[in-house]
């Protein structure tokens, strides 16, 4: 009876299945202004590419739940000691109360390359205008803090760590 009983449940959740909004694929391409500190240094500042991609479902009528990753690439020019800034984002939540304006938080991890790699963590926020049923234009600031690994022979753990302050302007797409 229990096999019965389970294959009438999916058969019964088939047509609200069917229904449910489905994922979407969205992609940005922006510039990020990225402030950059080791420790007790200056604020290094810096103008960068922000390549965002990232997968959502709608939540309802008004919300969307979904993860990305987006990359900061290196600007040639800079220097020796800046790289790739990548962020995972893990949590990426958006409210749309309106029609026209969006909110996003969003959470996850993050990876700076250099000599010897940092990881850390991110958090987020934007608010984004819609261009049209599947673009919109953000404002978007992140927060990163990264620390060296502690497998480094180097680094014994008492090195300054790196932080991150990024505002980028992103234009986004959805599929």
């Not at 994922?23 to 990225?34: I, S």
């Not at 979904?66 to 790739?84: D, E, K, M, T, Y």
């Not at 949590?91 to 026209?100: E, I, K, S």
């Amino acid at each position: 009876m229990r096999p019965l009983g389970g294959f009438l449940g999916l058969i019964l959740a088939l047509p609200a299945a069917a229904q449910a909004p489905a994922w979407q694929v969205e992609v940005g391409l922006g510039v990020a202004r990225l402030e950059r500190q080791n420790g007790d240094a200056a604020w290094d500042v810096s103008y960068r590419p922000d390549l965002e991609l990232g997968l959502a479902r709608a939540l309802g009528t008004h919300g969307r739940f979904g993860c990305g990753v987006a990359v900061l690439p290196r600007v040639l020019g800079s220097s020796r000691r800046s790289g790739n800034l990548l962020l995972l984002r893990v949590a990426d939540f958006t409210w749309t109360p309106g029609r026209v304006w969006s909110f996003r938080l969003r959470g996850g991890f993050a990876r700076y390359s250099r000599e010897h790699p940092s990881f850390g963590f991110t958090a987020g926020c934007a608010l984004e205008r819609a261009l049209g049923p599947d673009s919109g234009l953000s404002l978007a600031c992140d927060w990163v803090k990264a620390d060296q690994s502690t497998s480094v022979p180097a680094d014994p753990g008492k090195d300054p760590k790196d932080s991150f302050h990024a505002v980028a302007l992103v234009w986004r797409r959805r599929f």
